[in-house]
T-cell receptor, first 111, second 119 residues
Framework: KQEVTQIPAALSVPEGENLVLNCSFT??????LQWFRQDPGKGLTSLLL?????REQTSGRLNASLDKSSGRSTLYIAASQPGDSATYLC??????????FGAGTRLFVKA | GAGVSQSPRYKVAKRGQDVALRCDPI?????LFWYQQALGQGPEFLTY????????KSGLPSDRFFAERPEGSVSTLKIQRTQQEDSAVYLC?????????????????FGPGTRLTVL
C-alpha cells in the first residue's frame, strides 16, 4: 500500500531564504508525482508535475526533483517570499485511478 | 477557459439530512475525481470518473455516499443521512488523459472545494 510522508510538517523561515520541502513514498513504482500549494480555505493549485521518466521540473523559483529508487522527491523554493506562505502537498500516482497525497508541509515566510 | 468550479462553497446540514455537492470540470477534461479533505490532512480519494463511467469508487466511505456524472461533464456527489463524521471539505479535480500506454492522467486541476459542516 502506497504511503506518502512529508517532512517537516511545518516550517517557518525568514524572507529571502532558500528552502527544501521533502516528500517520501513507499512504493517506487509510480507513474507521476505532483506538487501543489493550498492557501487557507482554498482548493489546490498545481505547481509542478514530474512524470516517472523525468528527474526534475522547474517553474520560476521552484524546482522539483524525483528519485524513484529512493522513494523521494524534493521541492526547492529559491529566494522565498511572504506570498509563498501556504501548505505544500505532494501527491503520487501509482496506477489504477487513485492519487495518494501526503499530509502537507505548512510554510510560513516571515517578512 | 474557466477553471473547475464547485457549488455550494459552504453547506451546513443537520444530522440525517441529505446533501448534494456539484462540480463543473474544465471543458473537455475526460477525468474527474472527488476527494475528501479533513482538517490538517491531505485530500483522500473518493471516486473517479472517465467521461460518464465511474471506474473507481473504492474510496467512498459508506453506501450513504453516491456520485454520478451522467453526461460526462458536470458531476454530483450526494451524501444521504449525513453524520457528523462527514464534516470535511469535498474537493473536485479534473484532468486530461495521458495517451499512454500505460494508462495515466495528466496534471490535475482542483476546484475551490465545498466545506460541509454537519451539526
Amino acid at each position: 500500500k502506497q504511503e506518502v510522508t512529508q517532512i517537516p510538517a511545518a516550517l517557518s523561515v525568514p524572507e529571502g531564504e532558500n528552502l527544501v520541502l521533502n516528500c517520501s513514498f513507499t512504493d517506487s513504482a509510480i507513474y507521476n508525482l505532483q506538487w501543489f500549494r493550498q492557501d487557507p480555505g482554498k482548493g489546490l493549485t498545481s505547481l509542478l508535475l514530474i512524470q516517472s521518466s523525468q528527474r526534475e521540473q522547474t517553474s520560476g523559483r521552484l524546482n522539483a526533483s524525483l528519485d524513484k529508487s529512493s522513494g523521494r522527491s524534493t521541492l526547492y523554493i529559491a529566494a522565498s517570499q511572504p506570498g509563498d506562505s501556504a501548505t505544500y502537498l505532494c501527491a503520487v500516482y501509482t496506477g489504477g485511478f487513485k492519487t495518494i497525497f501526503g499530509a502537507g508541509t505548512r510554510l510560513f515566510v516571515k517578512a | 477557459g474557466a477553471g473547475v468550479s464547485q457549488s455550494p462553497r459552504y453547506k451546513v446540514a443537520k444530522r440525517g439530512q441529505d446533501v448534494a455537492l456539484r462540480c463543473d470540470p474544465i471543458s473537455g477534461h475526460v477525468s474527474l475525481f472527488w476527494y475528501q479533505q479533513a482538517l490538517g490532512q491531505g485530500p483522500e480519494f473518493l471516486t473517479y470518473f472517465q467521461n460518464e463511467a465511474q471506474l473507481d469508487k473504492s474510496g467512498l466511505p459508506s453506501d450513504r455516499f453516491f456520485a454520478e456524472r451522467p453526461e460526462g461533464s458536470v458531476s454530483t456527489l450526494k451524501i444521504q443521512r449525513t453524520q457528523q463524521e462527514d464534516s470535511a471539505v469535498y474537493l473536485c479535480a479534473s484532468s486530461t488523459l495521458n495517451q499512454g500506454p500505460p494508462f495515466s492522467y495528466n496534471e490535475q486541476f482542483f476546484g475551490p472545494g465545498t466545506r460541509l459542516t454537519v451539526l
